[in-house]
């Protein structure tokens, strides 16, 4: 049974992605061009992944999976949106490089792969679309061969509390946002729904240990990955600042487990 609130999420996302592909905010011209939509922190975390085999959970429409296929790696992508899969299609013809694109929820992903992986990434923008985290962890464990690598990059769980000074940090309640505007097209109003869930670190770390991996390292960092207001600035590594500069807080968090 397809879960409602992910549906309503896949209704949303479906209204965007094409928005997404022709912005200039995600950068797919230059891309087509030839460069890396990849940034410095999963670039420095997983290193060489020339001949490695990864699944890239919550894909969007491959940006991401395609510049690790240009660093060598044989990737499947799996996202929600049967948009995201369609425009990834389009952009791995585009570009004529190889990869597998899937469409499918990913707490239902076991049994749609028949298949283990070097490393499972997953970046920027996904874990508050989870509704069940020890799930997910499951399936991040499912997928990885024995010694294999599990690396997310995404907003720290804290971030809201600064931004949406109210929130709870532990709440259970999904965040719902009827008509959501678009992040990076602030224009643009869906006639849908998002739903969102709060997860504490405390939760992810533990969901993945239960699920078996071993952590092995973890980062925060005093940048965020996309531009929260008109007044932010990006650095070189496209990585965005409030007017102030660092924050005194953490806006990204990153993870790096193993499966022994
Ligand atoms: C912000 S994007 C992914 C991040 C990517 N780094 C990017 O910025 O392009 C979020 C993606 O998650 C997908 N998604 C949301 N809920 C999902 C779910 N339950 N299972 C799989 N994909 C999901 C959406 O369709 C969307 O393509």
Not at 33 to 52: F, M, N, Q
Not at 172 to 198: C, H, L, M, S
Request: with cysteine; glycine share 8%; hydrophobic share 35%.
């Amino acid at each position: 049974m397809p879960h409602p609130d992910h549906e309503k999420n896949r209704y949303s996302w479906n209204q965007v992605v094409e928005l997404h592909y022709n912005h200039l905010g995600y950068r797919t011209k230059e891309f087509l061009d030839g460069t890396s939509h990849l940034k410095r922190i999963e670039l420095e975390a997983l290193g060489d992944v020339a001949g490695k085999s990864m699944l890239h959970l919550l894909c969007h429409f491959g940006l991401d999976s395609l510049s690790w296929v240009r660093k060598g790696a044989e990737v499947t992508g799996i996202d929600i949106s049967e948009k995201a899969i369609e425009f990834a299609n389009k952009l791995k013809g585009e570009t004529k490089l190889e990869a597998e694109f899937i469409r499918s929820d990913v707490l239902d992903l076991i049994g749609v792969i028949d298949k283990k992986f070097d490393i499972v990434f997953q970046s920027y923008g996904t874990h508050i679309w989870i509704s069940d985290i020890e799930r997910w962890a499951e399936v991040v464990s499912h997928y990885l061969k024995p010694g294999g690598t599990f690396f997310i990059v995404d907003s720290h769980p804290v971030e809201v509390l600064f931004n949406a000074p109210t929130w709870d940090y532990f709440t259970r309640d999904p965040e719902r946002t009827v008509n959501p505007a678009d992040y990076i097209d602030r224009d643009f109003k869906g006639n849908g729904e998002y739903v969102e869930w709060q997860h504490p670190l405390s939760e992810i770390l533990n969901a993945l240990i239960s699920a078996g991996l071993t952590i092995e390292h973890v980062g925060e960092y005093n940048h965020g990955y996309y531009q929260v207001d008109e007044n932010w600035y990006s650095d070189k590594d496209r990585y965005w600042y409030p007017p102030g500069g660092p924050t005194a807080y953490p806006l990204l968090l990153s993870i790096k487990a193993r499966k022994m």
